[in-house]
Structure formats: C-alpha cells, structure tokens
C-alpha cells in the first residue's frame, strides 16, 4: 500500500505560479510512473502531467509550456510546477501513481485561479 498526500494548492491571481507536491510513503514510489490529474465542477477528471519511473515527460496540450512535472526519487516526491495560471486551471489536482497492478490516489488539493 502507498499513501500520496498533495500538497501546495492554494488561491492564486491570473499569471501567478503555484508548486504542487505529491510526497508518497513507500520508498519503492521510484518504480511507480505518477501523474497529476484535475478535476473542475463538472467536468470529468482529465490528465494533466506525467512521469515515467525513468523520467520521461507528458503534458496535456492546455498545459504545455506552463506546467512542468518532476520527481525526486531521494524524496519519494513527485512535484507539479504550475507557471502563467489561468482561471481555467482552476480545479481540484489529484496525484496517481501507477505500477503493474498497483493503482494509487491522493486525497486532492484544490487550486483556484482568480483576481
């Protein structure tokens, strides 16, 4: 069993910059391949950001060029750089991580984005 907690959400202004965590509770978090996941009222939760265990990256097109994924395996933490904000990242993010058959959830943080 891994344990993710988010962490770093917050009330940002439009163009402003948030960091998101995911710190997991397994030292074996390094095999897992995370992704930042949002979802906003209504809407269905979609993929935002992922890394494979050996680093490769992948964004969803609205978040290219602003967002940037992390991992520090030393950590077991999983970071999501959040740049140029907009009112339409406003959601709640959810941090997965995923391994063979194992599949993880983090309870959620809330980022809004508004002035």
């Known amino acids: 069993q891994v344990q993710l907690v988010e962490s770093g959400g917050g009330l940002v202004q439009p163009g402003g910059s948030l960091r998101l965590s995911c710190a997991a509770s397994?030292?074996?978090?390094?095999?897992?391949?995370v992704g930042w996941y949002r979802q906003a009222p209504g809407n269905q939760r979609e993929l935002v950001a992922r890394?494979?265990?050996?680093?490769?990256?992948d964004y969803a097109n609205s978040v290219k060029g602003r967002f940037t994924i992390s991992r520090d395996n030393a950590k077991n933490t999983v970071y999501l750089q959040m740049n140029s904000l907009k009112p339409e990242d406003t959601a709640v993010y959810y941090c997965n991580a995923n391994w063979l058959a194992y599949n993880y959830w983090g309870q959620g943080t809330q980022v809004t984005v508004s002035s």
């Open positions: 890394i494979t265990r050996s680093g490769s990256t």
């Open positions: 397994s030292s074996i978090f390094s095999m897992y391949a």
